[in-house]
């Protein structure tokens, strides 16, 4: 749970800067911050994703992962998701309400697929390094966020501690039933993800990174059904 409450801490430190500064951070700087902190998060993946101890469980989870994603159309729901949330809590005056700030910022630091994969290598491994990285990308967005949207912004946090630490609880229960090996190509998997955000961090790539996330279920499953076979030849 230390990378959940990091990354609660941050939103809460970021969004009292923002209520205080009340114009936000220039451009040129955040295009700045956004390359700088996409280029360590690429670094991050990369190096989680050495972990896997066979390749072609690593193919083989990504191409079904990418196909069940695709035919789920993930990341459309997500999207449609956030567009109705939004909807439904949007102020048709001038004034931004507490619930529009509250509703938009949790959606940007609890629905993605950082969340997903960090809060569940947080609870196999218990590696917060994914965590720890979003605390800090939260922390330039809450700043901006509060800035112009206000308290609600703050009180996401609450959010934050409520999603992430649910699923990390979840991965820390399921963890004893999992061996070693298999959480290792679980990582490698989801650490291909992160490469990914990495890159759309960077302006490099536009990845629907959500449609990828089954690829994190395929990798254990894969492997075991790999050993299991393997018992036979």
Excluded: H, W
């Excluded at 936000?24 to 390359?35: D, L, Q, T, W």
């Excluded at 490698?188 to 890159?199: E, F, H, K, P, R």
């Excluded at 490099?204 to 279920?217: C, E, R, S």
């Amino acid at each position: 749970m230390f990378g959940v409450l990091v990354n609660v801490i941050t939103v809460i430190i970021g969004s009292c800067i923002g209520l205080l500064l009340k114009k936000g951070i220039g451009e040129k700087v955040s295009n700045a911050v956004m390359i700088g902190l996409g280029t360590c998060t690429l670094y991050i993946g990369i190096t989680g994703s050495l972990c896997g101890e066979n390749v072609l469980i690593l193919i083989a989870s990504v191409v079904l992962g990418s196909i069940t994603g695709t035919l789920l159309n993930i990341d459309g729901s997500i999207n449609k998701l956030a567009i109705l949330v939004e909807k439904r809590f949007k102020n048709n005056n001038n004034n931004i309400s507490v619930a529009e700030g509250l509703v938009t910022s949790t959606l940007l630091f609890c629905v993605g697929s950082m969340t997903v994969t960090g809060s569940v290598q947080a609870g196999l491994t218990g590696d917060n390094t994914i965590l720890i990285t979003k605390a800090t990308l939260d922390l330039i967005s809450s700043m901006m966020l509060a800035s112009s949207l206000g308290i609600g912004v703050l009180l996401s946090s609450v959010s934050v501690l409520l999603i992430q630490g649910g699923i990390v609880l979840l991965a820390t229960f399921i963890a004893p039933f999992m061996s070693t090996a298999a959480i290792n190509e679980m990582t490698c998997a989801g650490s291909l993800l992160i490469v990914m955000i990495g890159t759309n961090m960077m302006g490099m790539t536009k990845i629907k990174v959500a449609d990828f996330l089954p690829a994190i279920l395929y990798a254990p499953v894969i492997y075991n059904l790999v050993e299991f076979i393997k018992k036979f030849i």
